[in-house]
């Protein structure tokens, strides 16, 4: 049987799911278990329910729908992504590959498809760690790479503790965070993040792994005196320290290779009064690479720039390592079932690794994984920019549902 999903319907959903927190910009600001996350997961539960599947909800909030498959031995197949959004990110950032395996799952009710695999559909909570950290949080309990209880404790700048707004918002479920069943495969569909499927004029992406990656901060503490009085010779302005050390981590990747990059993606200053020399300032880095030992070696350069920055300016530091994933490559039938959709469809397809984590990284612990990437335009995320057309949205989420019903069979 040929199967494609309704392009029309995609368009539909994807625009509702957007109305949900949207931005001015055209964007969305949707972070992790604020009322906007709720809204969005109730409409997610809404989705699931008029499908008539089964839906739970685990003690970490992570929300599934499950349909039965006509093999009662089979492994079940599991879809989805995340419907949290960064501080005013774009619309396609995870909701893509939640929307498209709502879509799936449509399709195969309107043709009254069973499928020998039970199959489940997933919004994890918290993939991106904006306003709790780590990201990916929700799968990494799932799967126990993370204890719930440290997570629980974690809090957001504001001091809400995640405990307390997973149950403020009504997504403290019942059932235990980890595995209820046996699981085939998961298969996750995301927008690219990137330019190299744009750049290579390439319909979808066929991910083979994901890259590693370290974060971490810097706490720079100098001394805080009047900025008029106090001679330049006899300051110890943590500011400049830190800001020395920001372009230290840009200076990294260069002397890495040509896959590495860092990035120095919050600053938080104190007492940030305008006439006080900087007395503590805490600085993140963010390096990423396709190989461990790179990651590990970046790290180090990283922390030498920092104790470097500190001495030429003459003020203490200290450092906290936040998040380390190693870098992941998917098994071999998923990446060969997302090809032979993309065949199938007639898409140009190119062979990747992806510079972003997703939930799939959790995933490879517990089951086979693979992923579907789609156009990013311009390669821009993360911002109320993101574009990816409604066509390049159907050719990666008609691959995805394609490898999807291969994965599941009929």
């Known amino acids: 049987m040929t199967f494609a999903i309704d392009r029309d319907r995609l368009v539909d959903t994807m625009q509702e799911q957007a109305e949900?927190?949207?931005?001015?910009?055209?964007?969305?600001?949707?972070?992790?278990?604020?009322?906007?996350?709720?809204?969005?997961?109730?409409?997610?539960?809404?989705?699931?329910?008029?499908?008539?599947?089964?839906?739970?909800?685990?003690?970490?909030?992570?929300?599934?729908?499950?349909?039965?498959?006509?093999?009662?031995?089979?492994?079940?197949?599991?879809?989805?992504?995340?419907?949290?959004?960064?501080?005013?990110?774009?619309?396609?950032?995870?909701?893509?590959?939640v929307v498209a395996a709502l879509e799936f799952v449509r399709e195969l009710e309107d043709r009254g498809v069973e499928t020998a695999h039970p199959i489940e559909v997933v919004n994890w909570t918290n993939e991106e760690g904006s306003r709790f950290q780590p990201a990916m949080q929700g799968s990494g309990v799932w799967v126990g790479d993370h204890d719930i209880a440290e997570e629980y404790a974690k809090a957001d700048s504001e001091g809400a503790v995640l405990e307390e707004e997973l149950e403020r918002i009504g997504y403290r479920g019942?059932?235990?965070?980890?595995?209820?069943?046996?699981?085939?495969?998961?298969?996750?569909?995301?927008?690219?993040?990137?330019?190299y499927l744009e750049q290579r004029g390439a319909d979808v992406g066929v991910v083979t792994g994901i890259v590693g990656f370290s974060w971490g901060a810097v706490t720079f503490e100098g001394e805080a005196d009047h900025a008029g009085p106090t001679p330049m010779h006899t300051r110890?302005?943590?500011?400049?320290?830190?800001?020395?050390?920001?372009?230290?981590?840009?200076?990294?990747?260069?002397?890495?290779?040509?896959?590495?990059?860092?990035?120095?993606?919050?600053?938080?200053?104190?007492?940030d009064s305008?006439?006080?020399?900087?007395?503590?300032?805490?600085?993140?880095?963010?390096?990423?690479?396709?190989?461990?030992?790179?990651?590990d070696e970046g790290r180090q350069r990283v922390l030498a720039e920092a104790d470097a920055a500190a001495a030429r300016e003459g003020v203490d530091w200290s450092f906290e390592d936040r998040m380390?994933?190693?870098?992941?490559?998917?098994?071999?039938?998923?990446?060969?079932?997302?090809?032979?959709?993309?065949?199938?469809?007639?898409?140009?397809?190119?062979?990747?690794?992806?510079?972003?984590?997703?939930?799939?990284?959790?995933?490879?612990?517990?089951?086979?994984?693979?992923?579907?990437?789609?156009?990013?335009?311009?390669?821009?995320?993360?911002?109320?920019?993101?574009?990816?057309?409604?066509?390049?949205?159907?050719?990666?989420?008609?691959?995805?549902?394609?490898?999807?019903?291969r994965l599941a069979g009929e």
């Open 236 to 271: 110890s302005d943590a500011l400049v320290a830190a800001s020395d050390f920001v372009t230290g981590v840009r200076r990294v990747p260069g002397a890495l290779g040509e896959r590495t990059v860092a990035t120095v993606g919050s600053v938080d200053l104190a007492p």
């Open 324 to 405: 380390r994933a190693s870098p992941v490559e998917f098994a071999d039938g998923c990446v060969d079932a997302v090809q032979n959709a993309a065949d199938a469809g007639g898409y140009d397809s190119l062979r990747m690794v992806s510079g972003a984590g997703h939930d799939a990284t959790h995933m490879t612990a517990v089951m086979d994984t693979g992923m579907v990437f789609a156009v990013s335009e311009d390669g821009k995320s993360h911002n109320e920019d993101e574009y990816t057309s409604w066509d390049d949205c159907y050719s990666a989420a008609d691959t995805y549902a394609k490898a999807a019903y």
């Open 274 to 295: 305008i006439n006080v020399i900087p007395e503590e300032v805490t600085v993140t880095w963010d390096l990423r690479d396709p190989d461990d030992a790179t990651i």
């Open 20 to 97: 949900i927190g949207a931005t001015d910009g055209g964007g969305l600001h949707r972070l992790a278990l604020s009322e906007d996350d709720r809204r969005a997961r109730d409409w997610f539960v809404e989705q699931l329910k008029q499908l008539g599947l089964e839906v739970t909800v685990d003690e970490f909030g992570n929300t599934f729908g499950y349909r039965e498959g006509a093999d009662p031995d089979a492994g079940t197949v599991l879809l989805g992504s995340h419907l949290d959004s960064q501080p005013y990110g774009g619309i396609y950032d995870g909701a893509l590959g």
């Open 174 to 195: 019942d059932d235990p965070a980890e595995p209820q069943r046996d699981y085939e495969a998961y298969l996750e569909l995301h927008i690219e993040q990137g330019p």
